[in-house]
Nanobody
């Protein structure tokens, strides 16, 4: 069973930065894409960013473009999300996901990000 474990969340002031990590229990090179999603209180889970197997292609939601950077290190079986210039509306639980067969069928438990002064 594949396990994804997120870390790096926390409380940060507006304008601050955080780097989230997602460690996989298996070789990430075996996944087609890996991604980050988030869910704010009372809202549906939404897409943030994805990255292709070798890291050559990345995709971002408009809300993340220019502020967030997704990356992966397949030698460490880890995916990262660097978040800069954080805003209160970025407050959410952030989830890591892996696509092994055409859809995101593996999910982590999530890490809380709170942006507040």
């Amino acid at each position: 069973q594949v396990q994804l474990v997120e870390s790096g969340g926390g409380l940060v002031q507006p304008g601050g930065s955080l780097r989230l990590s997602c460690a996989a229990s298996t070789r990430t090179i075996s996944f087609n894409h890996m991604g980050w999603f988030r869910q704010a209180p009372g809202k549906a889970r939404e897409f943030v960013a994805t990255i292709s197997t070798g890291g050559e292609a990345t995709y971002y939601d408009n809300s993340a473009k220019g502020r967030f950077t997704i990356s992966r290190d397949n030698t460490k079986n880890t995916v990262y999300l660097l978040m800069n210039n954080l805003k209160p509306e970025d407050t959410a639980v952030y989830y890591c996901a892996a696509d092994a067969s055409g859809s995101f069928n593996y999910w982590g438990q999530g890490t809380q990000v709170t942006v507040s002064s």
